[in-house]
């Protein structure tokens, strides 16, 4: 569970499991790529991302505040994130964090999209001393008559394999109406991190299963992360 992944699912109409316990005030950068859907080249789609990000924590985490941007390009419009959070649950085995959070494009150019709301709910429990098993739950809403009204979902797995290294895996799920039809859309991501300190570093990979998930976020996508804490 990584921010920059989260940043890019969350433009694209899915969310992303992430630890909902992370703490600390700092910044992310993150390079992704989007491939095409199957066999279509689009210039929507086969793209270099940019994007990064800055994280304030209050309270003991019970007041979070996120800001990122995807950096725009020829092809890309760009956008950013806002969103306020709070972990309200930090037990021994459960966490439970809640966010609110919004999606704005640059532009107001229809091929831009539309402003998205985005509440959602991280939910996590810990199986012995390395295995975590996490949730996100969530609304992806457009801010405009006919726009999107997603219900996303995604259910993960992590393990913290040696020293600083983890890995995780999760299923994605987001179904409800798009594009004045029914949309499903299932994916599946793997992906690695390495925690040096205050630094973070991550690798994350992404498949689209059906039609609707290829529309939704291209077929696939990979995402490198540098993550910087400070004050945990």
Do not use: C, K, N
């Not at 499991?17 to 859907?37: K, P, Q």
């Not at 806002?82 to 107001?108: K, N, R, Y």
């Not at 992404?206 to 910087?228: I, K, P, W």
């Amino acid at each position: 569970p990584h921010e920059g992944s989260a940043l890019l699912l969350q433009q694209g109409g899915v969310f992303g499991v992430r630890d909902e316990r992370r703490r600390g005030t700092g910044a992310y950068l993150a390079f992704g790529y989007v491939g095409s859907r199957r066999g279509e080249p689009d210039e929507h789609y086969d793209r270099l991302t940019v994007s990064g990000g800055l994280r304030a924590a209050f309270l003991d985490e019970r007041l979070r505040v996120d800001v990122a941007l995807e950096v725009p390009d020829d092809t890309q419009h760009g956008a950013g994130w806002a969103a306020a959070s709070s972990l309200l649950l930090d037990g021994p085995m459960v966490g439970l964090a809640i966010e609110v959070g919004a999606w704005v494009p640059f532009s107001d150019q229809a091929e831009a999209g539309a402003a998205r709301l985005a509440p959602s709910a991280d939910l996590s429990l810990l199986i012995g001393r390395r295995v975590t098993m996490r949730t996100r739950q969530g609304a992806l809403v457009d801010l405009e008559s006919g726009g999107a009204r997603l219900w996303s979902s995604a259910y993960g797995l992590d393990v913290w394999a040696v020293g600083p290294l983890s890995a995780g895996a999760e299923v994605i799920l987001a179904v409800g109406v798009a594009q004045d039809r029914l949309v499903v859309a299932p994916a599946a991501a793997i992906g690695v991190s390495l925690r040096l300190s205050i630094v973070t570093a991550s690798f994350v990979g992404r498949y689209g299963f059906t039609t609707d998930a290829a529309e939704l976020l291209g077929q696939y996508s990979a995402m490198a992360t540098v993550r910087v804490s400070a004050f945990e």
